[in-house]
């Protein structure tokens, strides 16, 4: 195994991956020991806990555009009535009904 320390600027996708399978195999041993289960439990509680991460970052990601939309629509004088023509929601996907007596 190669020991060599690189710079960020030279570490491969597949270094960076290596080390972190290391760190998150001693994780889950470090957490199995302090929750008394086993390493499925403990990677069920990482998924759980990165889940719960993602949904917090994309709350907070959806936070700071919306403030900077606010700030371009005061920085430009747009109005709400203005953007409603330009801006529309995304509609609910269509889900396709099959005809009544139709057969294939």
């Known amino acids: 195994m190669n020991t060599e320390v690189k710079s960020p600027a030279e570490e ?27 390493r499925e439990e403990a990677i069920e509680m990482m998924k759980k806990a990165i889940a719960k ?5 994309a ?6 555009d919306l403030k900077t939309v606010k700030a371009l629509c005061r920085k430009h004088g747009f ?5 409603k023509g330009y801006v529309k929601a995304s509609p609910a996907p269509k889900v396709a009904k099959a005809k009544a007596g139709a057969t294939k």
Request: no cysteine; proline share 0%.
């Open 12 to 38: 491969t996708t597949d270094d960076v991956l290596g080390r972190l399978v290391g760190q998150v195999k001693t994780s889950l041993g470090n957490i199995a020991s302090s929750i008394g289960g086993s």
């Open 53 to 57: 991460a993602e949904k917090q970052e």
């Open 59 to 64: 709350a907070e990601k959806k936070s700071k």
């Open 79 to 83: 109005t709400s009535g203005q953007l």
